[in-house]
């Protein structure tokens, strides 16, 4: 009987995104999606027992009952007889928390696997991912390090990346507003968005000529099909309906300052965005400064993070 676990799990982003539930009640997409687990942001969990009654949830040291209630139904769905008083579970994000930066990947991806060790129950990868991406489709990518596919039958897998030099920058737009969530939004897209039926067929060929590029190690082609794939993301999100718009005027000053030093300058550098303003960059590490340099004349500052080589995993345990 375990009194004491501790799991980690890394951010993810996508570089092929996710935009859209084929199947709402078991979350499984309408696209293939392919995303980095990054080593700059990462979510540690302790499930521990208490001594008291209660069960106590807190989230970067602070009770959160919202958020309590949904670790609750997540943890329901691996057993809904599951006994949760008389637990603590305290979960800290390293990274912002719901900034549009995976924080909830993470937190998922973590929960999962701490919950799957401390209640013992074990469950191989296809179980537990598929209990993970009831908590966020995109946790499910968390559980493993390096390159990721979810394919829409619900599995992930390992996809070979054999870049040591390959980084993504996050540069944190602070203009950030409120803006609708990833589940309604993707919803309003699925039943309103024009573009969406060219989105998921668009989406298939990108996965697999990324796949192919990657296979070739071809980076400009990987590169092109990154930002076009966001990009078009962004677009059936305009074409919603009502419009849900989340880049903000800094994030398109981003957007194009990126674009001009690839044109200009020939720098190996690609934008990635997601449910949020942020604006990532997929470049080499030999390019990191020229583009932190550029950035900063514009009042810009930029985070760069290596590729993820742990995943989900148990850090520690007590009997
Ligand atoms: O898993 P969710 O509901 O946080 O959706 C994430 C969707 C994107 O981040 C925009 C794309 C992706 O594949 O991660």
Redo the contacts with the bound molecule.
């Keep these: 009987m375990l009194t004491y676990v501790k799991a980690r799990a890394p951010i993810?982003?996508?570089l092929i995104?996710?935009?859209g539930k084929k199947d709402i009640k078991e979350v499984l997409p309408y696209q293939p999606?392919l995303?980095l687990s990054l080593d700059i942001f990462e979510t540690e969990t302790i499930i521990q027992k208490a001594d008291h009654d209660d069960f106590v949830f807190t989230i970067n040291n602070i009770k959160d009952v919202n958020m309590k209630q949904k670790v609750e139904t997540f943890i329901k769905l691996f057993d809904v007889n599951i006994n949760l008083n008389g637990i603590e579970i305290h979960t800290k994000n390293t990274g912002p928390t719901a900034a549009?930066l995976?924080s909830?990947?993470s937190g998922f991806a973590a929960l999962a696997v701490a919950v799957n060790r401390f209640f013992n129950f074990n469950y191989d990868l296809d179980t537990l991912s598929s209990l993970t991406r009831k908590g966020?489709?995109?946790?499910i990518?968390s559980l493993l390090p390096s390159a990721v596919a979810w394919l829409p039958d619900g599995h992930i897998e390992q996809v070979d990346f054999e870049f040591d030099d390959v980084c993504l920058g996050v540069v944190i737009i602070n203009d950030q507003k409120k803006s609708i969530?990833?589940?309604e939004a993707?919803k309003l897209s699925v039943e309103t968005s024009p573009l969406y039926s060219e989105w998921v067929k668009q989406s298939f060929i990108d996965f697999e000529a990324f796949k192919e590029a990657l296979k070739h190690k071809d980076f400009k082609i990987l590169g092109n099909i990154t930002e076009k794939n966001a990009l078009l993301?962004h677009e059936v999100c305009h074409q919603t309906v009502p419009k849900i718009q989340y880049l903000s005027p800094s994030s398109y000053d981003v957007i194009t300052l990126i674009q001009s030093l690839r044109t200009t300058l020939g720098i190996d550098c690609y934008v990635t965005m997601?449910?949020g303003p942020n604006v990532k960059v997929l470049t080499k590490v030999h390019h990191q400064s020229i583009i932190k340099k550029h950035l900063k004349q514009e009042g810009y500052n930029i985070l760069w993070s290596g590729i993820d080589t742990k995943g989900a995993v148990i850090l520690d345990e007590v009997h």
């Design positions: 993810n982003i996508a995104k996710y935009w999606s995303s549009g995976a909830s990947a966020s489709g995109s946790a990518r969530g990833s589940t993707m993301m997601d449910a």
